[in-house]
């Protein structure tokens, strides 16, 4: 069984636009829930994490927003560029089960010029 | 640079074969986890140090792989007798100490399994 549920599996959106990607959880244990980026051959790195204390966090043109009573969260790209073009990951975790992250299963993004 | 590091890159090996994967985390970093991700989907758990005791192991991890960290730095994850079903890239991540506060895992650039 998938602990974390991502969808779209794949995103194309035009140069400037909004990406939006979400996620869904069901173990309230969760406590630490962040977003990678990954392009072909790479490792992961992380881009935003949040708690669920917090229903929003932004850095720079990448915003979380966190719903708890619903166990959603998701990942807002603001002005999306073409370098933005990648697979992004959310996870979760809880920090005292030794915070092994579970990953959901990937959304590819193509930003069109 | 001063991120993860992770030796070979790039692995081809016949079935049936042993192999090691070789994990170099922050110098600082005494926590330290290894993943598996297969194409097209995201990392798997398989287990994690806490300087150099393996605290908890996935049921993805049979018999036929081990893990070690030895002198609590470096770590190796070896596979034996590898099957076709074990290509994959195999991410090794490390962390700073709970004490820290961080949960934040810095992944290494993952050596890609190929088994023919």
């Known amino acids: 069984q998938q602990q974390v549920k991502q969808s779209p599996q794949s995103l194309i959106v035009q140069k400037g636009g909004i990406s939006i990607i979400n996620c869904a959880y069901e173990n309230t244990a969760f406590d630490y829930f962040p977003w990678y980026q990954q392009f072909p051959g790479k490792g992961p790195a992380l881009l935003i994490a949040?708690?669920?204390?917090?229903s929003e966090k932004k850095e720079g043109r990448f915003t979380i927003s966190f719903n708890k009573s619903a166990k959603q969260f998701s990942l807002h790209i603001m002005d999306s560029q073409p370098g933005d073009s990648a697979t992004y990951f959310c996870?979760?975790?809880?920090?005292?089960?030794?915070?092994?992250?579970?990953f959901g299963s990937g959304t590819k993004l193509n930003v069109k010029p | 640079d001063t991120g993860v590091s992770q030796d070979p890159r790039h692995k081809i090996t016949k079935r049936g074969q042993n192999v090691t994967f070789r994990c170099d985390p922050i110098?600082?970093?005494?926590?330290l986890y290894w993943y598996r991700q297969t194409l097209g989907q995201g990392p798997e758990f398989l287990t994690y140090f806490q300087n150099e005791a393996q605290l908890e192991k996935s049921r993805l991890l049979s018999d036929r792989f081990s893990a070690e960290r030895p002198k609590g730095s470096f770590s190796t994850l070896e596979i034996q007798r590898t099957e076709q079903g074990d290509s994959a890239m195999y991410l090794c991540?490390?962390?700073?100490?709970?004490?820290?506060?961080?949960?934040?895992?810095?992944f290494g650039p993952g050596t890609r399994l190929t088994v023919l």
């Open positions: 991540a490390s962390s700073p100490p709970v004490a820290s506060g961080s949960d934040e895992q810095f």
């Open positions: 110098s600082e970093h005494n926590r």
């Open positions: 949040i708690r669920p204390d917090v």
């Open positions: 996870a979760a975790s809880i920090r005292y089960n030794f915070n092994k992250f579970y």
